[in-house]
């Protein structure tokens, strides 16, 4: 009677079952046996086929929110290159494509206007943002795709004002510019987050295969779309106001399953305000729901800062050189906070509303961490005490709670 085993094979680059075998063993002879597999070509196919859009390993080389992201994130990109050949259509016609009366050094003027305002918007906007893209990169993230939206709703308007086509046209390679420095941007921030085995170069190159089949999938879909509505003018709008709410809705659905575990500014602020209050520290998960999906805008001069407020961390300048400070008493003052300080690296300057922290040239992203508790709770001390009280009180609470804040949480569940 022949005895039999039953296994599996796994593939060696990802951790999932390739086949199932079968070894048989002839009773009567022991060395004699036969193997036998079942399902192993068409299974082997699919997952060379996933080979190409899947980082090698997963899901365990990988963090548990890359699918959600990366399913919508597909969705949303797929709805974008089909609105792009709508968008573009109407570009091409407003810029005078298939007309007798345009001429080449015209349609070469409006090109070069919309790509030297687009070049201009991306410098001015990494010089106004780009260190705050690595710390806000799922806020950017939402905000980039947003932008594009203006940017394509611009190009499908512009031939609607034949007068003002060039303003229109500016206007939205300008929002498209931001988007391209912004969503490449926080890409790698995100890029890093998923690679769980310090294999982001093949997160990143298999991001970049998804995005190419979907950009495939959307052209020729767009191109479908764009004949079938190229003499109807409400089936045009109708298609792309659609395939926009859709867009808005798939970045909306990525962006919120992202589920980040390093502290920025919002986040420290989350975590800090639940330990101050006796409250169970959340987890990154219970963060994130708490996380605002845009980047917060300024607060306006006639908005009074409350205690509590969540405008808290635009109350703290983080890295200013203490030559850019004007102390009230000049260097009588500057002695007062180095002794004040003389255990940290860092200095605490509160001006009016704001506090601004002095860092040492040697401090560490621990101590950065350290100084960025120490000025929230300051800041939210000057809201609720005495001016002269608030400093000490800010120092008293670090020496006593601090390392109780750091074993408190933040972890996942």
Known sequence: MAESHLFQEFSTARAIPVRTAILLKDSGDPTTFSLRREGGHSRAVWNNILSAFL??????????????????DTLQGLSTYIRSMLSTQALLGGIGVGETTATVVGATFLWFMRDFTGMLGSILF?????????????QWRLTADLLNDVGMLMDLVSPLFPGAFVTILCIGSMARSVTGVASGATRAALTQHFALRKNAADVSAKEGSQETAATMVGMLLGMVLARLTAENVVALWVSFLLLTAFHMYANYRAVRSLCLTSLNAERTSI????????????????????????PRI?????????????WLPKSI????????LKLDDGWKSFLSLVE???RDPYLMVPKGAIVHVVLHKL????DFLHGYVHALCLADLQ??????????????????????????GFKQP
Request: charged share 20%.
């Open 271 to 294: 975590v800090l305000s639940a330990f101050k209050e006796g409250r169970k520290v959340p987890t990154p998960r219970e963060v994130a729901d708490q996380e605002h999906l845009l």
């Open 340 to 342: 004040r300080y003389s």
């Open 317 to 324: 300048r983080f890295g200013v050189q203490i030559s850019s």
């Open 126 to 138: 990494t010089l106004h943002q780009g260190s705050n893209l690595d710390s806000s990169a799922k």
């Open 363 to 366: 401090a560490t992203p621990q």
């Open 55 to 72: 980082p090698e390993g997963y899901p365990n080389s990988v963090t548990p929110d890359y699918l959600p992201f990366q399913t919508w």
């Open 383 to 408: 809201l609720r005490s005495p001016a002269d009280q608030s400093e000490e009180l800010a120092i008293s609470w670090m020496k006593n709670n601090y390392t109780a804040f750091l074993d408190s």
């Open 298 to 310: 300024p607060r306006l001069p006639w908005q009074k800062q409350r205690a509590g407020d969540a």
